[in-house]
């Protein structure tokens, strides 16, 4: 049963600590989403008792210009504005189309057409229009209030200008600056937090959780090492002694666990052709007057699927022959020419490649020979190349025969699409396969590679992959060299 939370409690101290940066990332964005409130409030009071102070101060001059323009009188209203005291503001007189008139300033006077300005569109709208803005005419800030006058001729505005507050250029910088704090503040905090879940908290949690269940005889259960951080000592500590216990009773099972999924893989494996077949057959007996294309096409899969069939006890009964009292087929070894293996391999599978566009190449071959079996060295190379034909999509396919450190290392390398990181550690295993759909309708086993590191621990050596994705890859048997 969980213990309840209460006040004083455990529980509580635990959940307040765990969550403290939550608990603190939401009081600090809620004073910064109030301050930036209060800040923009302040400045929607401040512009609307500037536009009121404004408009005030327009109404009687906008008047007169009105006036003078329903009278038809615009050269009078253009001088006006002209010779307006510009100590009080600036008078701009716009056209319907957006052309500026006249201007108090003359010098100020901007040819350019206005129509796109907020408060003209306002205005044109047949309201009264404000605006804020930078002035590039004038190179400081300024307020905008623009008035409709409608007239037989169209609808033209007055726009009325005076210089902004200077304090109020520092609202944008209060509002970046809030902005910026809320997005620091919340990074930070909501780092902090998953830090403590992730790597403290959740690791702690699990690893007491996996603990109890071994505790309780779960000896399957493994323990989580979390990658870094103040809890993997510990449960890298649990994890040897779980292991420990574990290891006598894994092997035991090993055999046992291995027949069974032997035996599983094999059947299914098998159950795919044999359908196919047996529905072909049937579909066969049954329809005697069938189409000659529907009956192409069912002996067509009957050769197909009997090929597969066949291939697959080919390589069944090939892995049984080479698990079957290794250390006497060894006594039967005799000395072979890599050289002459390399060779015959290429040349028997030179037309199977160009017929996938591809080319087989000995790029490098030493004269080595070692103690084995001809044939089934060949089987392995053989394999390899079969692979790197099927599935790699390489222009080219590279053999090489060379000696490491005491071994003869025959490696067989593509240039194609390589082999995922995750992937390559059970490459080897029976029936495994990357893309399992692409692999079967391509008449792969799957048992290919696991024959090959059968055959190489049989000569006492080992199969290796290095591979790059996107950029090919690199089969090696590596076997004793005896040659000298």
């Known amino acids: 049963m969980k213990r309840a939370l209460t006040p004083g409690s455990d529980g509580l101290k635990e959940y307040l600590l765990v969550h403290l940066p939550m608990i603190l990332m939401l009081v600090m964005d809620f004073l910064l989403i109030t301050a930036w409130w209060g800040e923009h409030h302040f400045v929607q009071s401040v512009d609307g008792e500037m536009m009121k102070s404004l408009a005030q101060k ?37 056209s319907p189309d957006g052309v500026v008139l006249a201007d108090t300033n003359p010098s100020h006077l901007a040819f350019d057409n206005h129509s796109g300005r907020s408060e003209f ?89 996996c603990a109890g269940d071994i505790f309780e005889g779960k000896i399957g259960t493994r323990i989580p090492i979390p990658g870094n951080g103040p809890v993997r000592p ?9 292991e420990q216990l574990k290891k006598q009773l894994f092997e035991m099972k090993k055999l046992e666990s291995f027949r069974s999924e032997f035996i599983a893989n094999v059947s299914h494996e098998l159950k795919t052709p044999m359908t196919c077949i047996l529905g072909a057959v049937e579909t066969i007996q049954e329809e005697r007057d069938l189409p000659p294309e529907q009956y192409e096409k069912l002996m067509k899969m009957l050769g197909e699927q009997s090929g ?38 290429m040349q028997a599978l030179q037309r199977k490649a160009g017929q996938h566009g591809m080319t087989i190449r000995i790029t490098h071959a030493e004269p080595v020979s070692v103690a084995g079996d001809a044939q089934l060295l060949e089987q392995a190379l053989s394999n390899l ?57 391509l008449g792969g086993t799957g048992l290919g590679l696991a024959i090959v590191k059968h055959i190489a621990q049989l000569h006492n050596g080992k199969a ?17 060299d005896n040659s000298r």
Not at 71 to 93: H, K, M, P, Q, W
């Open 58 to 94: 327009a109404d009687l001059t906008s008047s007169v210009i009105r006036d003078r323009l329903l009278s038809g009188n615009t050269e009078s209203a253009i001088r006006y504005c002209r010779d307006f005291d510009n100590r009080v503001f600036r008078i701009t007189l716009i």
């Open 385 to 441: 190349i079969h692979n790197a034909i099927k599935y790699s999509g390489s222009p080219d396919i590279e053999l090489s025969l060379s000696r490491e450190e005491g071994n003869a290392v025959i490696s067989v390398t593509d240039h194609g699409c390589g082999i995922p990181e995750e992937n390559q550690p059970r490459i080897f295993e029976r029936f495994y396969r990357v893309h399992k759909e692409r692999s079967r309708a």
């Open 121 to 209: 569109k306002a205005a044109q709208s047949g309201t009264t229009g404000f605006a804020r803005r930078y002035s590039e005419t004038l190179k400081e800030r300024m307020i905008y209030y623009a008035v409709p006058v409608q007239t037989p001729h169209g609808l033209y505005v007055v726009r009325f200008a005076q210089e902004d507050f200077p304090y109020m250029a520092i609202f944008p910088w209060i509002t970046g600056g809030i902005v910026l704090l809320f997005a620091i503040s919340t990074g930070l905090l909501a780092w902090l937090q998953i830090y403590l879940l992730k790597r403290i908290y959740r690791p702690l949690v699990e690893v007491g959780r």
């Open 464 to 480: 290796e992959l290095h591979s790059v994705p996107g950029q090919g890859c690199r089969f090696r048997i590596v076997i004793p």
């Open 234 to 242: 510990l449960a890298e500590m649990l994890s040897k002694m779980t």
């Open 308 to 345: 597969r069939l066949n291939a697959l006890i080919r390589d069944i009964l090939s892995l049984a022959a080479l698990e079957n009292d290794p250390e006497r087929q060894r006594r039967e070894f005799l000395q072979v020419d890599l050289q002459d293996i390399l060779e015959s391999a």
